[in-house]
């Protein structure tokens, strides 16, 4: 896949004008990758992307870390260990009226940045690079598209070749961190396995808990695709489901379908939020879907536009996001099922097709 960095620049630049932002500077992250392809870690060496209005961006980087990178479109200047990168880039141009300042910048940058340009005007740049990632183009779709396929395959291998019953979570995660990395991921960026009792904690990562017959499982996982993220649910039933694990899969599946339906361009994110909601409390279970129905996705696994009440944001053509209600019994069980949805001009296109029953596993 092939992203189009020259036209983001230009389309960022175009806003900052609109807006009356002078300059926005962006350190590493998700900004820094849509902006220029470059990702690196964040460090106590500074990497900033400096974009003003007009001109060439410039993207300056550390000395020992220049001839990795792959950035077209912009001006690269490296600065050396004994260099004061603040100071570099502050004389590199007038000083700054209004500043769009990255979210994920360290504060001990922005600190000193806020020292040095004293009478501008701050913004997050979320306000902008964040308007320009929420719309995503084909190449984006394609992206996001493969990494839901890869999952989707890695989520169907899983009742023939994992075996639950009798394991550990953390054993259960490593056979599936290793499905997501050989369908083709590059990195393999979380993996959840709830168990019994422990699929009642949303967020729960996995613990030496062994898992039982009976045990309903929580398997939500995902990874990264040309830098975009694969995010999927499914809950599997460790032999033969009771009656009330299936009455609670049933609900949320029928909550899931609900708000797939709901979603489509013109409509309000809190819509979709309310579609999962009402079908949970006709259900019985309306306090226990104790977090919002879903999130954006892209070049980070939570990112705008959130599917939740109060979101009175509309969705149009080209957005992205997750569906995945969920019940949760504390000390019990809980049951999560989640895919990922693109908005296309005439409804949704659903990323993720794996089996959404109560499948059973070993
Ligand atoms: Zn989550
Ligand atoms: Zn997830
Ligand atoms: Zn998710």
Redesign the pocket.
């Known amino acids: 896949v092939s992203f189009d960095f020259a036209g983001r620049l230009v389309r960022l630049q175009d806003l900052m004008a609109t807006r009356g932002v002078d300059l926005t500077l962006v350190s590493v992250g998700a900004d820094l990758l849509y902006l220029t392809g470059y990702d690196t870690h964040p460090s106590e060496r500074l990497t900033a992307l400096v974009v003003r209005t007009h001109g060439l961006p410039t993207l300056f980087v550390p000395d020992l870390e220049a001839p990795k990178v792959q950035a077209d479109g912009v001006d690269l200047v490296s600065w050396s260990e004994t260099t004061d990168p603040i100071t570099l880039i502050a004389d590199a141009g007038p000083l700054p009226r209004r500043v769009a300042i990255g979210d994920h910048l360290w504060s001990v940058f922005l600190l000193r940045f806020q020292e040095i340009w004293a009478s501008a005007l701050w913004e997050p740049a979320s306000g902008l690079v964040g308007d320009l990632r929420l719309v995503k183009d084909e190449a984006e779709v394609d992206a996001l598209r493969a990494a839901g396929a890869a999952v989707d395959r890695a989520m169907k291998r899983i009742p023939d070749e994992v075996r639950f019953s009798g394991r550990t979570e953390v054993e259960v995660q490593r056979d599936l961190v290793s499905m997501t990395l050989e369908e083709g991921h590059q990195v393999s960026e979380f993996c959840?396995v709830a168990s019994g009792p422990n699929g009642a904690s949303p967020h729960h990562a996995v613990g030496d808990r062994v898992i039982e017959m009976g045990d309903l499982v929580v398997c939500?996982?995902?990874g990264r695709w040309d830098g975009y993220f694969s995010?999927?649910?499914r809950t599997f039933s460790v032999g033969e489901p009771g009656p009330e694990q299936l009455e609670v899969h049933s609900a949320v599946l029928a909550a899931q379908e609900a708000a797939r339906q709901a979603a489509r361009p013109g409509v309000a994110c809190e819509e979709v939020d309310r579609a999962a909601r009402a079908v949970i409390s006709d259900a019985g279970y309306g306090d226990f879907f104790i977090h919002r129905t879903g999130h954006g996705i892209g070049l980070e696994v939570h990112e705008h536009p959130y599917m939740v009440e109060g979101n009175r944001a509309v969705l149009e053509a080209g957005m992205a996001f997750?569906i995945?209600p969920g019940i949760y019994l504390p000390g019990r069980f809980g049951v999560r099922i989640?895919d990922i949805v693109v908005c296309r001009p005439d409804g949704i296109e659903t990323l993720n097709l794996a089996d959404r029953r109560l499948v059973e596993v070993a």
Do not use: A, K, L, Q
């Open positions: 959840i939500d996982f995902g995010d999927s649910t997750s995945e989640e």
